[in-house]
């Protein structure tokens, strides 16, 4: 475990059982290549992250990445979220550029310098697919959240990144009777799978989590009229459905309308939350 600036960076058991593969082939340079390019990967998270405030406890090394613990008691914007995901990639992006002008100028080993690029190409444009928890994911449902409510976001982003992983493990074993099984790919698409269903299943506690945190979040911040929304609803609605047509970065005024399109009642979100978290069967 290494301990930098308060965060905690841990080896996966894939990483380490690659590690292990690598030290058992006698490829201990491609090694340690690839945990510097997956380290710098994940400090350019960190460092985005912090930038913004977050507490980063810890990152766990994958070989394609890591999966970053993060502490706040507020909650973080779509637009942090873009940025912090991005921050991975382009560190991918410098990385390729400058061995690609070493290259050129002949100062280092070709063959290495070409494995180095592969790798970073091969890391950063993995991550950017759209299935969580990679950087791409990240992405998506931070642009969701835009046009819809943050939990639809959470629904549809666990479905598709669910039905993606079982999409990889499908194709590494589609020449399972000729070339044989993609091992790795197979194992990544496991992990992803067991991680996008144990996400799936936490939806609930995720949900109530952006609730608690609404109030100190916006708090923080200037609200202006822009990043205030009206939610109509009937008196028949319940306290759960109108909760769940809330969106990230902009509050709610809830009005409640009778069967004639009138103004029945006026009800601060505030409310609204603090009424769910008691009985959330409870209707408007």
């Keep these: 475990m290494i301990n930098i600036y308060g965060t905690r960076y841990r080896f996966h058991p894939l990483f380490i059982l690659v590690m292990l593969t690598s030290i058992l082939s006698g490829n201990i340079g491609e090694l340690i290549t690839l945990f510097a390019i997956v380290f710098i990967h994940e ?29 706040t008691h507020r909650n973080t914007s779509a637009k942090e979220e873009i940025i912090v ?21 002949e100062m280092i080993d070709l063959v290495w310098a070409e494995y180095f690029i592969h790798a970073n190409l091969m890391i950063a444009l993995f991550n950017l697919l759209p299935i969580l928890p990679l950087d791409g994911g990240k992405i998506v449902q931070a642009l969701l959240s835009y046009k819809m409510s943050y939990h639809n976001s959470l629904k549809y982003c666990a479905w598709n990144s669910l039905f ?25 698409g496991f992990f992803l799978l067991y991680s996008n269903w144990y996400s799936f299943r936490n939806i609930p506690y995720y949900f109530i989590r ?7 979040t916006f708090a923080k911040m200037k609200v202006s009229n822009e990043k205030t929304k009206a939610i109509y609803a009937k008196p028949s609605s319940s306290i759960s459905e109108i909760v769940r047509c809330f969106k990230r970065d902009q509050m709610h005024i809830i009005y409640v309308l009778n069967d004639f399109g009138q103004i029945q009642a006026v009800i601060p979100e505030k ?14």
């Design 43 to 71: 400090m350019g998270h960190v460092v985005a992250a912090k930038n913004f405030g977050w507490d980063v406890k810890s990152v766990q090394l994958l070989p394609f990445g890591g999966v970053a613990e993060v502490e």
């Design 164 to 188: 993606m992983s079982i999409s990889i493990i499908v194709y590494a074993c589609m020449d399972i009777f000729n070339s044989g099984v993609h091992l790795n790919l197979l194992i990544i």
């Design 210 to 216: 952006f609730l608690v945190n609404r109030e100190l």
């Design 271 to 284: 409310h609204i939350i603090q009424t769910y978290l008691v009985n959330p069967r409870l209707k408007g």
């Design 85 to 105: 995901a991005v921050a991975g990639p382009l560190q991918n992006c410098w990385m390729i550029g400058f061995v690609y002008f070493m290259q050129r100028t």
